[in-house]
Structure formats: C-alpha cells, structure tokens
C-alpha cells in the first residue's frame, strides 16, 4: 500500500533557527527516518518572492536553506526534496485555487495582515494569495499531513476549506490535510518572550542553528527573564523549554526546581543553555561549512529531487486540468 504523503516547506529568507528547528525541522527528520510516510521537503522560493530580495540574495539563499536543511538531516534519498520554482505545477494550481477561494477569507488570515502592514512599502499581491499557492504545494502531492510551527495552522485550516470548495465545485478530489504539531510549536522570541521567534525582527531575537558558541552565549546574556506586572515569567519558561529540549535530564529538573522554590540564577541557567545549544548544533555547523563549499553538488540534489517531484505534480495538475474542463 502507499505510504501517507507528508508535505512541508521553508521560505529560503535566513539560516535556520531554533523556533523553525523545533517547530518544524526535526519533526520533518523523525518523520523521514521514520520510514512510514512518502515525505516532500520543499524550499518554497516564490513565496519569499513577497519578500524584498535582490535575485543574487535570491540565489544565495535558496542554496542557503537547503544546504542547512541537508546539514540538520534531511536525506535526498529518502525523501523528496526540491526547490517549488522548480515545479511550475505549483503556481499553475495556485491560480485555480484562486478562482474557487473567497476574498473574504483571505482577508482573514493573519499572517497576511501582519506582513501588509509591516512592508508598507512592498505591500504586493503575493502577500494576499500567499495561502492558495501554499494549499497548491501541498494538495499537488495529495498531501495528508504537514509538519508545521503554530502559526501555520490558520493557513492549514484554509487549505483544507480550499479542497473541500474545489471538491465542491467540481468533483470530489483533492484529500483532506491534517497539520502535524512537535510538543513545542511555538518557540519565544529571547527579546521579546511573548512573542514567536521570527529572524525578521532582527538577529537579536532568535538563536541561529549556525551561530556560534560565542554568538549564542551573547544573545542568551540578553534574554528576558523578567516578569511583566508580578505575573509569570515568559522569558523564563521558554529559556527552561529550551534546557529541556538541549539540556540534559538532570539540568531541567534542578533548574525548574530553583525556579520554583525561588533559588533559580539566570546566569546560570543561560550558560549552561548556551552550551547545551552549542554542543547540540556542533555537527550541524560543520556540516553546513562543509556543503557550502560545493554548491554545485547541492544544486545538482535539489535538481534531481525536482525531476522526482515533477513526475507527480505533473499527473495532479494534467488530472486538474480535465476536471476543471480546460482540457
Ligand atoms: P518560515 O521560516 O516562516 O518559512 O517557517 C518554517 C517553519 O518553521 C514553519 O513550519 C513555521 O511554522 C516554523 N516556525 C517558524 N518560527 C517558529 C517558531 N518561533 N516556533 C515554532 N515554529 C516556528
Ligand atoms: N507558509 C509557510 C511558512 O511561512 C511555508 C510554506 C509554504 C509551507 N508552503 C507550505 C509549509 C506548504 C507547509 C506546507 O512557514
């Protein structure tokens, strides 16, 4: 029997962080070595299109992104992995859904309004349709489960409404898509710990699965740990999330412990957290340095993976086009 197809993709906009690596990433790497699923790991460069990039940034980052994703354990061989340009099928199935989605419902997403009312200046389009091509990557591959952080969740809950719409309209089709979450779907920004960790509002906020020994411990020097109004600490839950995570057993029960019975110090904490990432990510780092000296080979991976997902996007969309009556 085949396997469920598991979809997910990466915008290739910056390195890899820890909110996308626990959110996102190694859930994709236990769900590859897993063996059970058919799995697509895509780097999705049209919609980082609704970015503001130079086409040499453009470049420099697709290759980027994959070799990161290589380097933290996505295996080409067991899985499909490919850059969505790549597909053109992507942006054809993106524009039927466009025709079967209702404004109104793109109005409601917030991604969407949050992205237009921060890029004031570059407030495109794409922004606004960002969701159908998203459902488009997915549904193409009959997509059953997709590995994402929190905040994709509306945009899953969207994409299973644009099947059932097409469905509806035309003939019953496209599967119905179910979001897989990792026990930390949301990961805190270290500055601002009531919000989500997001590389755009400046280095300062994430952890980079490539920083350094000395960059990490720096920026985790820096992290909140104050309570806003007497209340719980934000700050402090994510960085004791983070220890669970890095950390060994041992450290997570006496930090939390301290925590609790008020003897906790959080320069203590954040030293021996900054080590635990590092020493986490000390094979990722070399690996990465390690890849990005031959790009061509990664291109020449990312290549093959969009041949292998040509194959099936290209029986999608021509079945896609019958159904619709273009064809
Ligand atoms: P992006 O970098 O926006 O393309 O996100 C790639 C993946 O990482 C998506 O599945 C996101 O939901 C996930 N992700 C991004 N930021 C976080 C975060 N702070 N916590 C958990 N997951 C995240
Ligand atoms: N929208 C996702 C993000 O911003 C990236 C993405 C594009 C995606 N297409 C996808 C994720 C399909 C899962 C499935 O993080």
Redesign the pocket.
Known sequence: MAKPVIF????P??N??I???????KNWIELQNSGEYDCYFCV?DY?ALTGDRTAEERREQIIHTAAELIAAGIDPDKVTFFVQSHVPAHTELGWIFNSVTPIAELERMTQYKDKSSQQTKNSNAGLFTYPTLMAADILLYHGKYV??????IQHLELTRDIARWFNNKYESYFPETKPLL?E??????LLEPTK????SKGLGHVIELADEPDVIEKKLKKAVTATEGGGEAPGVENLLMLLKQFGTAAQYVAYTEAQENGSIRYGDLKADLGVAIAESFAGFRAKRKELLESKDAIAEILMKGAAKANVVAEKTITEVRTIIGVR
């Open positions: 997910s993709g990466i915008q906009t910056g890899l962080h909110g996308n690596y626990l959110g996102a990433v999705v919609h590995p994402v952080g929190e905040d994709q990792t930390i779907p949301r990961v805190k920004s989500k960790m997001s590389k």
